[in-house]
């Protein structure tokens, strides 16, 4: 079983230091379940910051808490550690339009010319 859950605004978990619950019921010995959270980061996180460690707490009524695992490596318990990788900029569609319609109009006036000089 797997359960999704997205929570796409940081500034405000941030702000609020809010603790996510994900209530998974009538586990039996064995059983495994993973849980994937989608987020988006927007302007609150520093330009500086390069990666953020999440890590999570199981509690039963049956057994101690136990922290999550990062699967990728081989320390026991560690958090899971997410690279941050920066946006690239890219060019709106407004601008995309303006500047193909540029070009065309370069490229004829340039056709123009050429016809005009009797290059062509």
């Not at 994900?22 to 959270?37: H, S």
């Not at 601008?95 to 065309?104: D, E, K, N």
């Amino acid at each position: 079983m797997t359960t999704r859950q997205s929570y796409k605004n940081v500034k405000t978990a941030l702000k609020q230091h809010l603790e996510i619950v994900v209530e998974l019921v009538d586990m039996l010995v064995g059983d495994i379940r993973t849980v994937i959270f989608d987020a988006v980061l927007d302007e609150y996180i520093e330009p500086d910051v390069r990666f953020i460690l999440n890590q999570g707490i199981i509690e039963g009524s049956n057994f101690p808490p136990v922290l999550s695992d990062d699967p990728g490596t081989g320390d026991p318990d560690d958090p899971t550690l997410d690279i941050i990788i920066p946006s690239v900029p890219t060019l709106g569609e407004g601008f995309l339009a303006v500047f193909v319609l540029l070009t065309l109009i370069l490229g004829l006036r340039a056709i123009r010319l050429r016809k005009n000089d009797g290059l062509t």
